[in-house]
């Protein structure tokens, strides 16, 4: 069940990254043809005011369809005809109109090449397909051909449409951190919220509502506890609480490793904070764990920090874990990982949303646009380095679960 809660969880963060491109182009308008959460072939798909929305059968992300996110070339016509002018070899100069048109950015003499192929298309009897390869290639160069296609569009509004979906990502999670610091997440007391499962703390009998009073002898604040149980080193301790106005004493119990300390398998309840403490407890939060999450990055540029990276696979089971230990525990990580998809959509390499940033920005101080083919080549760059970040996380996670 946590399993299916934590792939629900990620496909939210999904549907929130896409809801960001989606609104920011609308907004803008450049209007989406298609707006997906996973990957074709569609589950469900339906059409609403020229917008596809649906839902794929591939459920590894996302994603938004936009109109003309490149200038239309030459060789986009040898992908959308070639397989129709094969078969049927009267299209071959109406196709080769277009191709000039393009390649002359005569975009009037473009529109009405496609028109053109349009008509002489229609009612043939071409293969499968080749139909499909027909109807996309004209559907995507007379959408580049578009007074919305986003190529034609100002440089920041293009940057923002890009931005909007790690942004998105970002303000959830400070959405998520707020949330929880006004209900649960503030100041810290000794009442115990939730006790793990198999772990030392349950062996010994402790029980959520639990008030910890003293461990081996030693009264105990908020900020000991922890401090206490950790610097143990796994040595039996012997607690003192508070339970229904009746003190009890539970234990010895030893506390075992985890995440780089010694803990009994509990967590404290906390006190909520303000609205306004909330808030900026929340950007604070965002911003060190951020800092945290580009330094990892950064270090795998010098070969260390290679075991913090996880795949999906951890992503999972780790906001799985998360929801064993409570609504509040899988909210925290549900937080982190929603930053995490922001920033690393932030890296300057396409096709990831940094890199179209990047190249937007190039286009914008150059005064004309970067040619198809080094958006080809440098997209095979990016492609392989976050195969190879994927890799790395995979390795990473079944490592873990051995």
């Not at 609308?26 to 649906?54: D, Q, S, W």
């Not at 009037?108 to 397909?129: M, N, P, Y």
């Not at 064993?324 to 549900?334: A, E, I, M, N, R």
């Amino acid at each position: 069940m946590t399993i299916a809660v934590s792939l629900l969880g990620l496909g939210f963060l999904i549907f929130v990254h896409e809801l960001g491109h989606f609104v920011a182009s609308l907004a803008l308008r450049m209007r989406p043809r298609k707006f997906y959460i996973g990957f074709p072939p569609a589950l469900v798909k339906r059409t609403r005011k020229g917008i596809e929305y649906g839902i794929g059968m591939v459920p590894l992300g996302g994603f938004v369809k936009i109109p003309g996110m490149h200038r239309p070339a030459p060789a986009d016509v040898d992908v959308a005809f070639g397989a129709a002018v094969a078969e049927i070899p009267e299209l071959a100069r109406p196709s080769e109109r277009l191709r000039r048109a393009l390649a002359g950015a005569d975009h009037d003499a473009a529109r009405d090449a496609v028109r053109s192929l349009s008509e002489l298309t229609a009612g043939k009897g071409l293969s499968q397909s080749a139909r499909r390869s027909v109807d996309r290639g004209l559907a995507d160069i007379e959408d580049a051909l578009g007074p919305d296609a986003y190529w034609r569009a100002a440089t920041w509004k293009r940057v923002l449409v890009i931005f909007a979906g790690p942004a998105a990502n970002i303000l959830l999670a400070i959405v998520l951190f707020a949330g929880l610091f006004m209900t649960s997440g503030g100041k810290a007391t000794t009442t115990i919220d939730t006790v793990a499962s198999g772990s030392p703390a349950a062996a010994i009998g402790l029980r959520p509502g639990d008030r910890i009073i003293a461990i081996d002898g030693a009264q105990m604040k908020p900020g000991d506890i922890a401090r206490t149980i950790s610097s143990s080193k796994g040595k039996p301790l012997t607690l003192v609480v508070e339970r229904a106005g009746s003190r009890l004493t539970l234990g010895p119990g030893a506390a075992r490793p985890s995440d780089g300390a010694y803990r009994l398998g509990f967590v404290l309840r906390g006190e909520g904070l303000s609205p306004g403490e909330s808030v900026r407890e929340a950007f604070r939060v965002t911003g060190i764990v951020s800092r945290d999450i580009a330094g990892s990055l950064g270090r795998l540029v010098t070969g260390s920090g290679r075991e913090s990276v996880s795949s999906p696979v951890g992503i999972v089971q780790g906001s799985s874990d998360a929801a064993k230990q409570g609504t509040d525990s899988f909210l925290w990580v549900l937080g982190l990982i929603s930053l995490s998809i922001a920033l690393l959509n932030l890296l300057p390499l396409l096709p990831l949303d940094g890199g179209h940033i990047a190249f937007s920005v190039v286009e914008g101080v150059r005064g004309r646009a970067v040619r198809r083919e080094i958006y080809e080549r440098v997209s095979i760059v990016g492609i392989g380095l976050v195969l190879v970040l994927f890799f790395i996380g995979l390795s990473n996670d079944i490592g873990r679960l051995s």
